[in-house]
C-alpha cells in the first residue's frame, strides 16, 4: 500500500467535525458516507454523529482528500477510488464520483497496544480451549486459518497467534496493507499494491507468495487471503512451511474452507474440484472463526479440519470448541425454533424446511460429514442401520 505525507492529525485539521474523534484512542472507524454524514465506531459498535449544518461541505472533503493523498501520486480527477495509508499507519479509502455517488472518506485506526493471546483470553474473546488447540498446532507444525467478517477482530487475534511462534524461526509476513506486529528478530515483510503504475508499479499478493519462497521462511504468515493466492499458499502449506497461519473472510468453519478452494480456483490452473478440496484439507488442520455480536468480538468456533469426502461433498471436521447458546429454561424457547433444527440438534445446520426431509436421510448424510458431537451423539443414540467402521469419530 503507498504511504502519503499526511498524518491524522492534518485530516483532523481540515475537517473539524472529525478532530474530537482523531485524539480519541476509543475510536476505530472514522467515515464520512458524503457531506454531513459522519459515522464513528467506538469498541466495536457504530453510530451517526450529528454535525451543524453547513459544515463537512462537499468542498471541505474534497480539500481533505486532497491533503490525504498528497505525495502519493494518486490524482482523485483520473483515479476515483484510492487505498492509502497515513504516516501514522491508520489506512484510508476514498471513493469520488464516478465510481460512487458522494465524495466518501473511511479512515481506519489501528490499536497502539498489541494483545497477546493471554490478554485476549483474559478478556473472554478467546476461550482457553481454543488458544491450546491453536498452540498445539502451530507447535505441531500444523496450520491455523481464522475465518470472520468484516470487524470481526481476525487481525487481532491473528496477531496474538503470531507471538505463539518460536522467537528462533525465520517468519515472512504478507500484507495487503502492514497491520500484523512482529516481536521476531528474523523476519520479513512484504506488502502488496492494488494500484499504480511506473514507479509505483502493481504488486499483487500472489506474486509476494511466489517470492516468498525463495527467502527461506520457517513459517508464513497471510494476512488475508483474497484470491487466486490461495493456490500458491495451499502448494506451499502441503509441502513444507508448517506452523503457518493466515485469514479468510468467512460467516462459518465449512464457509471458510469452501471459499479457500473457490479463491484457488480462479488460479486457473484447471484442477478438479475434489482435487482442490483435498489440498485445502491438507493445508489448515485448524479453523477458528471470530464475530462480533452487539458489539463485542470473540470466537465462536473452532473445528479440527480431518479431511473432504468427495461422496458427500462434505468436509470431515471435528468440533473442537463451540459457542453454547444463551439457554433459558426448559422448553421456553422450543416455539421459536424450527422442528427440522430441534430434531437435527446440530448449531448451524442449514436445511430448507420447504424441502422433505427424513430422519434417517439427515442422519445419514450428517453421519458423514462428521459435522460435530451432536451428529455423533444422534447415531449412538439409535440412528437408523449401523455406522461403518471407516466412519467413525476421531
Not at 137 to 164: E, Y
Request: glycine share 10%; aromatic share 4%.
Amino acid at each position: 500500500m503507498i504511504e502519503t505525507q499526511a498524518s491524522l492529525a492534518e485530516v483532523g485539521e481540515h475537517l473539524a467535525d472529525l478532530r474530537q474523534f482523531v485524539g480519541d484512542d476509543s475510536v476505530s472507524e472514522i467515515i464520512v458516507n458524503g457531506p454531513g454524514r459522519l459515522y464513528v465506531e467506538r469498541e466495536g459498535r457504530l453510530a451517526r454523529v450529528a454535525v451543524p449544518e453547513g459544515s463537512l461541505t462537499r468542498r471541505d472533503l474534497e480539500a481533505a482528500a486532497a491533503m490525504i493523498t498528497r505525495g502519493s501520486g494518486f490524482d482523485l480527477r483520473i483515479e476515483p477510488i484510492v487505498d492509502v495509508r497515513l504516516s501514522d499507519g491508520s489506512r484510508v479509502a476514498i471513493a469520488s464520483p464516478p465510481a460512487s455517488t458522494e465524495l466518501a472518506i473511511t479512515i481506519r485506526r489501528f490499536s497502539k497496544c498489541m494483545l497477546s493471546a493471554a490478554d485476549l483470553v483474559g478478556s473472554g474473546s478467546l476461550p482457553r480451549p481454543v488458544l491450546l488447540a491453536v498452540r498445539d498446532t502451530l507447535l505441531g507444525d500444523g496450520n491455523v486459518l481464522i475465518a470472520g467478517g468484516t470487524g470481526s477482530g481476525k487481525t487481532t487475534l491473528l496477531n496474538a497467534c503470531v507471538g505463539l511462534l518460536p522467537a528462533s524461526d525465520r517468519i515472512v509476513v504478507i500484507e495487503d496493507t502492514i497491520e500484523i506486529r512482529l516481536k521476531h528478530a528474523n523476519s520479513l515483510r512484504l506488502e502488496g499494491r492494488a494500484f499504480g503504475a511506473g514507479a509505483n508499479a502493481r504488486v499483487s499478493i500472489r506474486d509476494l507468495v511466489r517470492h516468498t519462497l525463495r527467502h527461506r521462511p520457517d513459517r508464513i504468515v497471510l494476512g488475508e487471503v483474497r484470491g487466486p493466492e490461495a493456490a500458491d499458499v495451499i502448494q506451499a502449506l502441503v509441502t513444507g512451511h508448517g506452523g503457518s497461519l493466515s485469514t479468510i473472510h468467512a460467516s462459518t468453519c465449512a464457509g471458510a474452507l469452501d471459499r479457500l478452494a473457490t479463491c484457488a480456483l480462479q488460479a486457473g490452473d484447471a484442477l478438479p474440484w475434489d482435487v482442490v478440496c483435498r489440498s485445502v484439507a491438507a493445508a489448515f488442520q485448524l479453523v477458528v472463526r471470530q464475530a462480533r455480536v452487539d458489539g463485542v468480538r470473540a470466537v465462536r468456533e473452532a473445528v479440527a479440519v480431518l479431511g473432504y469426502e468427495p461422496r458427500t461433498g462434505g468436509w470431515l471436521t471435528r468440533t473442537v470448541w463451540e459457542e453454547e447458546a444463551a439457554a433459558g429454561p426448559a422448553g421456553a424457547d422450543d416455539a421459536a425454533v424450527p422442528a427440522w433444527r430441534r430434531v437435527a440438534g446440530v448449531p448451524g445446520l442449514l436445511v430448507s424446511p420447504a424441502e422433505p426431509v427424513t430422519v434417517a436421510g439427515l442422519l445419514r448424510s450428517l453421519g458423514d460429514t462428521r459435522r460435530s458431537e451432536a451428529t455423533r451423539g444422534l447415531w449412538r443414540s439409535g440412528g437408523p442401520g449401523r455406522r461403518p467402521a471407516s466412519r467413525e469419530a476421531a
